[in-house]
């Protein structure tokens, strides 16, 4: 590896249809509870009574919590891009919601691959990525454009 | 108000082109730090020294970060919905980064009410939502599809 290069993939790796599985991660209440409190303080996601009335009938992560901790286990190591997950934006789905003690997992694919036109040393990728609770069933899905850079020249 | 009403917007309530705006939040140094430990351990998102390298040029929040900020001014008044925001998903995108000591603002405008065609209870309601820094730039828009209940019969 030269100097310059850092471990993991560049564009120059990445091909559309190429596959990548994530760790698995436990989301325990407190977490649950923690992360509604500093970012999505609603009912459903703070009082087991109160979220039963609810449209989730029963505590349920915030949605913003299964995306943050979708990143974690992106990050580390379900798409391992050498200079990192910068994204642009995308699309996100919550089909199905996250219960304490749900367990996830990422599987992510390349779906597409744009170069850019002024700047040849970059491309945006969008990579679609399903995060599943322990029974398969899918809790996200995004759609993410992502700016990855080609191998440095050495 | 009848006993079963909550205080806040019902389905009832809203029409395409309403608009909304939040309170202010600064994000600190430190909660950019603490975040992106959890949840997004990249070095642009905790290093000033190597985040000087990179494509934020400096330490920039993770956008999952910029998201849940978002949501918390949404939940504090920004979007007052009675039975709380719920979304089945949406797009975000982040145009400019979030740095340590930004103050954030959201403001939102109903873009589109979808009736359900089997649930005359509900509607799904997309809300697009620009979050906006100190100096008016945006650092992350959203189009969220929310479900809205009409206001209960008493």
């Given at each position: 590896m030269p100097p310059s290069e850092t471990p993991g993939l560049y564009l120059d790796d990445l091909q559309v249809g190429q596959r990548f599985e994530s760790g698995a991660l436990q989301v325990q209440r407190d977490d649950i509870l923690r992360f509604a409190r500093e970012f999505d303080p609603q009912p459903f996601h703070m009082d087991d009574a109160a979220a039963?009335?609810?449209?989730?009938?029963g505590l349920a992560a915030s949605g913003w919590h299964t995306a943050a901790l979708t990143m974690r286990l992106l990050v580390d190591g379900g798409l391992p891009l050498a200079m990192g997950i910068v994204g642009a934006g995308g699309e996100v789905t919550w089909p199905c919601p996250v219960r304490p003690g749900d367990t996830l997992r990422v599987r992510s694919e390349v779906m597409e691959i744009h170069a850019s036109a002024s700047r040849p040393d970059r491309a945006r990728v969008s990579v679609r990525s399903q995060t599943m609770n322990q029974n398969g069933e899918v809790v996200q899905t995004t759609l993410a454009k992502l700016l990855v850079l080609r191998r440095p020249q050495s």
């Open positions: 039963r009335d609810t449209l989730f009938g």
